[in-house]
């Protein structure tokens, strides 16, 4: 009996006042009063904040679910067309579900966050907590975030977008103004470029102005050759044409290329050379390398066909037949010593002596 009433809140000290059995009796009766008086109130809480649970887990998992339905959705979309010719003019399936994956992350990731804060702010106005001190504190912490970390929330907003709207992904050969390179990695705050000679760059998004994408659509190879001017274009064209059907049937080159090689014309016309540009359109990527074979191959038939090629600007008549005179000294009058104008410079003797 002393164990249960000094369990009771509203039971005095037994080790410092007896208490008596009608004393027990009475905290006894005001402690189920009590309880009987906020039952009621407290179930009301109770199940209140169950619903509030209940409902934030549901609707969570009906807006992931829907999210991973329309990330589905864009992946069929994007199988689909693979293997069309749209479809190869247009990011790979695998890149495309990349970008899918990342833009269904951070929307579960939002989505999660405002519906979990949502559901924990109406919790504590269950409990009756003035929330009004805590949302000026948010408010305020949120304003100083914003002006001390402006420069992340930009870089943040930028790779949202820049994945939103598929300006490069993993792979890709970009040029993004600060630095130029290999895309390896591609995060909400910064983007990793590998470069020509290996570095490793990285860049926030927030610094990318202007993004040049090498690795979508398609690229152009162009080789300029410079032939003798007295050559004939007609044979000329002819034997280009022959090595641009050679490199259309050779692998891998077929499968490089993406449109016939083309002979656009003279780009130039000087008094010792012409120049012959010649075109081609070429998978992303692939553009040096077709250029490359084109110039090995244009060589070898030239030779062939005893075709001259010609580099550099004609040379100058004064650099052909140099002066020799240049650096020799102009004649001079005063060499002779007996010319009038030596003897017109050379000092005047002094008298003789007069003796008297």
Do not use: C
């Amino acid at each position: 009996m002393t164990a249960f009433l000094s369990s009771v809140p509203w039971a005095a000290d037994p080790s410092t006042e007896p208490v008596s059995l009608d004393e027990a009796a009475k905290q006894a009766g005001d402690a189920a009063g009590w309880v009987e008086q906020n039952w009621s109130t407290w179930l009301n809480t109770g199940l209140r904040i169950a619903l509030i649970i209940v409902v934030a887990l549901v609707l969570r998992m009906l807006l992931r679910r829907a999210l991973t339905r329309l990330i589905a959705r864009m992946n069929r979309s994007a199988q689909a067309v693979e293997g069309t010719a749209l479809g190869g003019l247009l990011v790979n399936a695998e890149r495309r579900r990349q970008r899918s994956e990342a833009i269904g992350s951070v929307l579960r990731s939002v989505s999660s966050f405002v519906i979990l804060g949502t559901a924990g702010l109406m919790i504590l106005g269950a409990f009756k907590i003035d929330l009004a001190p805590l949302l000026a504190s948010a408010g305020v912490a949120g304003v100083a975030i914003g002006f001390g970390a402006r420069n992340l929330v930009t870089d943040f907003l930028s790779g949202v977008f820049m994945i939103m709207e598929d300006q490069y992904g993993v792979g890709d050969s970009i040029d993004a103004g600060v630095a130029s390179g290999e895309v390896i990695e591609v995060g909400l705050r910064v983007t990793k470029l590998r470069g020509d000679d290996g570095e490793i760059w990285y860049v926030r998004n927030g610094e990318i102005k202007r993004i040049g994408n090498l690795s979508q659509g398609w690229a152009t190879s162009v080789v300029d050759v410079t032939v003798r001017p007295t050559e004939k274009l007609d044979h000329v064209n002819a034997v280009i044409g022959e090595v641009a059907d050679d490199l259309a049937k050779a692998e891998p080159w077929n499968e490089q290329l993406w449109g016939p090689v083309q002979v656009l014309g003279l780009t130039e016309v000087l008094l010792e050379s012409m120049t012959v540009r010649v075109s081609a359109k070429t998978m992303p990527g692939k553009a040096l390398g077709v250029e490359r074979e084109l110039r090995w191959r244009i060589k070898h038939a030239f030779d062939a066909a005893g075709i001259r090629i010609v580099g550099g600007l004609p040379q100058t008549a004064e650099e052909s037949v140099p002066d020799p005179s240049a650096s020799m000294a102009a004649p001079s009058a005063l060499a002779s010593p007996t010319s009038p104008q030596s003897l017109a410079a050379s000092p005047i003797a002094p008298p003789a002596n007069i003796s008297k």
